[in-house]
């Protein structure tokens, strides 16, 4: 079974940027995968995905700011994210998809303050 390990979360002032990285058990190669959210007493929220072809899709509110990108050699997935905001704190989610079956990682915890 597929194992996702996210890392790179923290402490970090707004406007600041951190990159969390999403390292799987085996290959990548042949899921779409995506990172989650959920803010403290809030429901889960879709953040970013990126296909196999590398074809990549941003809710709204991180456009611009945040940027998923695969290393297939790697098996790992990374979200780049700059200009955080206080509204970005939440725990991070990696999420991989293959044949409608979702595997998810433990998260990892951002916190934006000053």
């Known amino acids: 079974q597929l194992q996702l390990v996210e890392s790179g979360g923290g402490l970090v002032q707004p406007g600041g940027s951190l990159t969390l990285s999403c390292a799987a058990s085996?290959?990548?190669?042949?899921?779409?995968v995506a990172w989650f959210r959920q803010a403290p007493g809030k429901g889960r929220e879709g953040v970013s995905c990126?296909?196999?072809?590398?074809?990549?899709e941003y809710v709204n509110s991180v456009k611009g700011r945040f940027t998923i990108s695969r290393d297939n050699a790697k098996n790992t997935v990374y979200l780049q994210m700059t200009s955080l905001k206080p509204e970005d704190t939440a725990v991070y989610y990696c999420?991989?998809?293959?044949?409608?079956?979702?595997?998810w990682g433990k998260g990892t915890l951002i916190t934006v303050s000053s």
């Open positions: 085996e290959s990548l190669d042949y899921y779409a």
């Open positions: 999420v991989a998809g293959v044949a409608g079956i979702d595997y």
């Open positions: 990126i296909t196999t072809q590398s074809n990549a």
